[in-house]
């Protein structure tokens, strides 16, 4: 398993930006998928994107178009560009990593970064 730490959140007026960062452990970082994940007061978490060791990408459809996704092997490091950032966003965002075959569930998760939209 990888430990994950979590960094770049903070508070963002509604259409401002972030880039969240998701700084990994272990020598095997590039064989993960990654993913994003976010829960907000009284609701359940949500995932919000994910990055395959190959590069591919995924989304939440409420994502699409604002968030995107990267990752840097060579720095064991994901990112995720929050743009057009509106109040709905507020939550804690996860990272997470799972190996080839299993599930985020079961993977790796950092502590969590808050995001702050004001409206």
């Known amino acids: 398993q990888v430990q994950l730490v979590e960094s770049g959140g903070g508070l963002v007026q509604a259409g401002g930006s972030l880039r969240l960062s998701c700084a990994a452990s272990?020598?095997?970082?590039?064989?993960?998928?990654l993913g994003w994940f976010r829960q907000a007061p009284g609701k359940e978490r949500e995932f919000v994107a994910a990055?395959?060791?190959?590069?591919?990408?995924y989304y939440a459809d409420s994502m699409k178009g604002r968030f995107a996704i990267s990752r840097d092997n060579a720095k064991n490091t994901v990112y995720l560009q929050m743009n057009s950032l509106n109040p709905e966003d507020t939550a804690v965002y996860y990272c997470a990593a799972r190996k080839v075959g299993t599930t985020f569930e079961n993977g790796s998760w950092g502590q969590g970064t808050q995001v702050t939209v004001s409206s």
């Open positions: 990055i395959r060791s190959g590069g591919s990408t």
């Open positions: 272990g020598r095997t970082f590039s064989s993960y998928a």
